[in-house]
């Protein structure tokens, strides 16, 4: 669905409310209407698996959303996995919104480019304090940090080790566990 002005958040949420989007694997990226990649089982099981060891790693101090949207000034992406601040129940009415976001994740298969680029510059703007990108081509973890003007100032790569997200410093996450090279 090609989208030729920008929506709003608020019309974006009118189309869906009015069941316009239904049985459509879209998301709203800076005011356009963009189809989502679809999922190889590869995809998809990394993206289950590591959702499933973060709320291990995460229990009693963070949700763990799974394939959610979150809601953006301008955008309501669907981040594969998005650590979100608890309780749970604060969701039922509203998607996580950047006040509620220490950090996201997106797995990368078919859709690098897309996640390492767009999705970048939309989280950055929206001064998402973290964002790691799982290239399972490369069987690498893309840890971007740092949101200034638009841009991630900060760029590590792990293929192996551990990585402490900003927000829990005390966590830390097995790079080979979240590629799926374990």
Do not use: C
Not at 33 to 52: F, L, N, Q
Not at 91 to 106: C, G, M
Not at 142 to 159: A, H, K, M, T, W
């Amino acid at each position: 669905m090609e989208q030729l002005t920008e929506l709003s958040v608020v019309d974006y949420h009118r189309l869906v409310e009015a069941g316009l989007l239904q049985d459509q694997s879209v998301e709203l990226l800076a005011g356009k209407i963009v189809e989502m990649s679809p999922e190889t089982p590869m995809h998809y099981s990394t993206a289950k698996r590591d959702a499933k060891y973060l709320e291990i790693l995460l229990s009693g101090r963070a949700e763990v959303r799974f394939n959610g949207p979150i809601t953006l000034s301008d955008s309501e992406p669907e981040p594969d996995i998005a650590i979100v601040r608890l309780p749970e129940s604060a969701y039922s009415q509203r998607h996580p919104a950047p006040a509620d976001i220490f950090w996201l994740i997106e797995v990368a298969q078919t859709s690098f480019k897309k996640d390492r680029e767009v999705k970048a510059a939309i989280y950055a703007t929206a001064s998402i304090r973290e964002y790691w990108v799982l290239n399972l081509k490369d069987q690498q973890l893309i840890v971007l940090r740092d949101p200034q003007n638009g841009l991630y100032r900060s760029e590590q790569i792990f293929s192996a080790g551990t990585v402490a997200p900003l927000a829990f410093l005390d966590v830390q996450v097995a790079v080979e566990r979240m590629i799926g090279a374990f």
